[in-house]
């Protein structure tokens, strides 16, 4: 048995526009969204609702089916071609949820190395939990929209049965779950 977190769609639209009013009411004024894919597509589309600016994605992996994680990402795609969206400008990375900081750390890595002027990170949710990396320097500007427990966080959008899944984040979204029933109803 494993506990997981089941948040509805409505729950994670309005955490990321609780998080946008963060954003807005900070100094950091950003000139283009960089997605981290897979998790932090969606959440990054629904931040443009709000804050309409140019929506770049980048994908990163570290988890395989049937695998452990990988200690490091892998860059599945990247920013070549687009590399003028970034070079000299504000940039703000956006992912679904800060776990252990190895994928959000690998990507301001590889991210500082096109020169933007400035970076800026939103995650929509951030684990209560000491991280295997601290943030940059260069990382000026960190917005969450709410820390969670340390727990795996079933999102919507991996579900294959979302009918049960809302239903199951409508009932509180916390479960007891058997984890070969997890895996049934997930890809993670």
Request: aromatic residues 8%.
């Given at each position: 048995?494993?506990?997981?977190?089941?948040?509805?769609?409505?729950?994670?639209?309005?955490?990321?526009?609780?998080?946008?009013?963060?954003i807005?009411?900070?100094?950091?004024?950003?000139?283009v969204?960089?997605a981290?894919?897979g998790?932090?597509?969606?959440?990054?589309?629904?931040?443009?609702t709000y804050?309409?600016?140019p929506?770049?994605?980048?994908?990163?992996?570290?988890y395989?089916?049937?695998?452990?994680?990988?200690?490091?990402?892998?860059?599945?795609?990247?920013?070549?071609?687009?590399?003028?969206?970034?070079?000299?400008k504000?940039?703000?990375?956006v992912?679904e949820?800060?776990d252990?900081?190895?994928?959000?750390?690998f990507?301001?890595?590889?991210?500082?190395?096109?020169n933007?002027?400035?970076?800026?990170v939103?995650?929509?949710?951030?684990?209560?939990?000491v991280k295997?990396?601290e943030?940059?320097?260069?990382?000026?500007?960190?917005?969450?929209?709410k820390?969670?427990?340390?727990?795996?966080v079933?999102?919507?959008?991996?579900?294959?049965?979302?009918?049960?899944?809302?239903?199951?984040?409508?009932?509180?979204?916390?479960?007891?779950v058997d984890?070969?029933?997890?895996?049934?109803?997930?890809?993670?």
């Amino acid at each position: 048995m494993s506990t997981r977190l089941r948040f509805s769609y409505s729950d994670l639209h309005q955490t990321i526009a609780d998080g946008v009013k963060k954003i807005i009411t900070s100094d950091f004024q950003f000139d283009v969204i960089l997605a981290i894919g897979g998790g932090g597509f969606i959440p990054a589309r629904i931040l443009r609702t709000y804050i309409e600016k140019p929506l770049i994605a980048i994908s990163l992996a570290r988890y395989h089916p049937d695998e452990p994680p990988s200690e490091v990402p892998h860059k599945i795609q990247w920013v070549e071609g687009v590399n003028n969206m970034i070079t000299g400008k504000r940039v703000l990375l956006v992912d679904e949820v800060d776990d252990e900081r190895t994928t959000l750390a690998f990507a301001i890595g590889e991210l500082l190395a096109e020169n933007p002027a400035e970076l800026g990170v939103f995650v929509m949710h951030n684990k209560i939990k000491v991280k295997k990396a601290e943030f940059p320097d260069a990382v000026k500007h960190v917005f969450v929209g709410k820390d969670i427990e340390d727990v795996w966080v079933d999102y919507p959008w991996d579900a294959r049965d979302i009918i049960q899944h809302e239903l199951d984040a409508a009932k509180g979204g916390i479960l007891e779950v058997d984890e070969a029933e997890a895996k049934a109803a997930y890809r993670n």
